[in-house]
């Protein structure tokens, strides 16, 4: 009877990636072959890629846009 050796199955598997970044804005690690996005040379995760975008955006002057139209209807 062929004896099996458990003890390759108890030995962690080789799974740890290369960290390759750091994201710039939560500082959480960013790995091989994981999405991440660069700007101006800063490293964003795929979380913070969203944050970085809405920080950065201006807010549309909605009332100046209404009040532009007004003005344009009421000629
Ligand atoms: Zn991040």
Redesign the pocket.
Same mark, same amino acid.
């Given at each position: 009877m062929e004896i099996l050796d458990d003890r390759a199955y108890l030995t962690p598997p080789d799974n740890e990636a290369d960290k390759v970044y750091e $994201?710039y804005? /939560?500082d959480?690690a960013i790995y091989e072959g994981e999405d991440c996005y660069m700007i101006d040379s800063l490293v964003? $995760?795929e979380? /913070?890629i969203n944050k970085h975008f809405k920080i950065i955006a201006e807010k549309p002057d909605i009332e100046g846009y209404l009040a532009d139209l007004e003005y344009h209807d009421t000629k």
């Open positions: $994201c804005f /939560c959480s964003y $995760c979380r /913070c």
